[in-house]
């Protein structure tokens, strides 16, 4: 069968002299494996450059439910990036945000709303004039509800502290799950602004950090066997 979808390229791995393995995620068929025969050729008919990890991507594919690596026969762009190729801190936070995503997502059922919000994530990171540091923290609330998992409530002086094992915010500081005021606060304010005003808050970079740390503890809590996520120590480097 033959599908027209657009994809998100999560992952590249060479495979032969020649060719590339690329995990993708589809906006029709979910997650899903290609082999591209001779792309790494000189002379190859498809551009390596059109398979960088993020890539948007318009597709048309062989789609067989019997086998686990399918085969591409057109692709092109669909969004081209302006500055997440050359801005180190936009491009660390897309692959930060790549990385979270190829790690938690799983099975190839349909995954329109996801992966449609996660090119809108992607394309304003992009496009953004404003400060873009804070973009991961608002994408990890965002994300864990489409996983099934999202956090939820405000903060108020009746419920002071976000539990990261309950997904809510609490009246006392029970145990090692609940946050300090602070965090607890910040995490309520993600939760109800959009990505594009994510600029307005104002946080220090030890802050900023620990917030972060403490949201891949929130996703450890509730994802078996959460592995490791190496991205995040290059935000910390490149995050004023």
């Not at 060479?14 to 995620?25: A, D, F, G, N």
Request: net charge negative.
């Amino acid at each position: 069968m033959i599908i027209k979808t657009r994809g998100i390229v999560l992952k590249t791995t060479k495979y032969s002299e020649t060719s590339l393995i690329c995990r993708v995620l589809t906006e029709e068929r979910g997650l899903k494996s290609y082999i591209i025969s001779g792309v790494r050729k000189k002379n190859g008919k498809t551009s390596a450059g059109l398979l960088q990890v993020m890539s948007i991507l318009d597709l048309v594919v062989y789609d067989n439910d019997k086998t686990d690596l399918h085969r591409i026969k057109e692709l092109g762009n669909h969004y081209v990036y302006r500055e997440v190729p050359y801005d180190l801190v936009k491009g660390s936070i897309g692959l930060f945000i790549i990385e979270i995503v190829l790690k938690t997502i799983k099975g190839q059922e349909m995954q329109q709303e996801l992966f449609q919000y996660l090119m809108h994530t992607l394309q304003f990171l992009d496009q953004t004039t404003t400060s873009p540091v804070n973009i991961h923290l608002h994408f990890l609330l965002e994300y864990a509800s489409y996983l099934g998992f999202g956090p939820s409530g405000v903060q108020e002086d009746s419920q002071l502290y976000f539990h990261l094992w309950d997904g809510r915010f609490m009246p006392i500081k029970e145990d090692k799950y609940a946050l300090n005021e602070e965090l607890s606060r910040l995490v309520s304010e993600l939760l109800h602004i959009s990505i594009e005003e994510t600029h307005t808050m104002q946080l220090t970079r030890e802050t900023r950090h620990l917030l972060l740390r403490q949201l891949l503890n929130y996703f450890a809590l509730h994802i078996d066997n959460f592995p490791e996520i190496f991205a995040h120590k290059i935000l910390k480097e490149v995050l004023d």
